[in-house]
């Protein structure tokens, strides 16, 4: 196990070392951390929010966790998520200097987490997003990297931590999400290396892809059956879509995190290259989902509209009414076809 450690730490060196270097000096000569994820945390946002709160509790160092949005309920096994403050629900008088953004593209996507950082705010980037347009004092972005929890591995290492279950489950549990269960293509030889290391540290890779991939909640199932049975496909069978508005939430029971994962039910469809989701926000704005067979980089269309993610998987918010927005998607994925 030693040089198989010895190894993952040799990788993270070779890359970003100093962005490493500065992120060490930044979390070891202050105090007073402000932790954020994304709007709408998944995963790995989660995971990644949770290890860097443990990394800072390793250095006696004082920390708040915070977001715009709730944490998912199946995710509420991992190691301090109550603490991390919803801000829809609790705002918080405090603003914070130190502050440490991660899973974050962009900045508007801490939302309302920005009303908390004081005017000379320090904000260190981590992410993964390609799209990711360097916001921070200090960035830290590997757009290869499967998840933003790889590159807190890498970090954890450089910094000469050592793991625990704990932290090693919120790792583990970032990578499996991203990944899709490690079946996308961003699952590379060092990814498996990491999930490795970290089943070694009695981390139940089973249940948790029971409990994250598997499981369904009933409103969720419901919510899936109402949306599918308004899916749409275009004529040359390469784009499929479904919409999903709040009078289908309401009337399912479902809430924001059933949506997790619809999407991926017309991209799956044989001979479709490109899935959509379209969730109706209110009268005049969509947050669309984008997911892509491998030929679309749904990034580029994303970004088109103010949006971001990856190559294969990417949304956006888009001002307007559902019809139009749904034009306007399709016109673009068309030109990308």
């Given at each position: 196990m030693k040089k198989k450690n010895e190894n993952l730490k040799e990788t993270a060196m070779q890359t970003n070392e100093q962005e490493f270097r500065q992120i060490e000096q930044f979390l070891t000569e202050r105090d007073d951390f402000l932790v954020v994820s994304h709007v709408q945390p998944d995963g790995d946002a989660v995971s990644s929010t949770l290890a860097v709160g443990w990394l800072l509790s390793c250095l006696g160092k004082n920390y708040m966790m915070v977001n715009e949005g709730p944490i998912p309920r199946r995710m509420s096994y991992l190691w301090h998520s109550e603490q991390i403050v919803d801000l829809s629900e609790t705002p918080l008088q405090s603003k914070y200097k130190n502050v440490i953004c991660v899973d974050c593209a962009d900045f508007k996507r801490v939302g309302k987490s920005h009303l908390?950082?004081?005017?000379?705010?320090?904000?260190?980037?981590?992410?993964?997003?390609?799209?990711?347009?360097?916001?921070?004092?200090?960035?830290?972005?590997?757009?290869?990297?499967?998840?933003?929890?790889?590159?807190?591995?890498?970090?954890?290492?450089?910094?000469?931590?050592?793991?625990?279950?704990?932290?090693?489950?919120?790792?583990?549990?970032?990578?499996l999400t991203d990944t899709g269960g490690f079946r996308y293509s961003s699952t590379s030889p060092k990814v498996m290396a990491i999930a490795s290391r970290l089943l070694e540290y009695g981390v139940d890779g089973p249940g948790l892809s029971e409990k994250l991939l598997e499981q369904m909640t009933l409103p969720q199932l419901r919510l899936l059956t109402k949306a599918l049975n308004g899916l749409q496909i275009s004529e040359d069978g390469k784009i499929s879509w479904v919409t999903v508005d709040d009078e289908d939430m309401r009337l399912t029971g479902a809430i924001h995190e059933d949506l997790e994962g619809i999407v991926n039910y017309p991209r799956n469809i044989q001979g479709v290259e490109v899935g959509l989701l379209f969730k109706v926000i209110n009268e005049n704005a969509v947050k669309v989902s984008l997911r892509s067979a491998g030929k679309v980089d749904v990034a580029r269309v994303a970004q088109s509209f103010g949006g971001g993610g990856h190559i294969r998987a990417a949304g956006a918010r888009i001002e307007g009414t559902l019809d139009e927005i749904v034009l306007r998607v399709l016109e673009q994925v068309k030109a990308q076809l």
């Open positions: 908390i950082f004081t005017d000379d705010a320090q904000i260190v980037n981590i992410d993964h997003h390609p799209t990711n347009d360097a916001y921070g004092a200090i960035n830290l972005i590997v757009s290869n990297a499967a998840a933003t929890v790889e590159i807190l591995f890498d970090l954890i290492q450089f910094m000469n931590k050592p793991l625990d279950h704990d932290v090693a489950t919120a790792l583990y549990t970032g990578l």
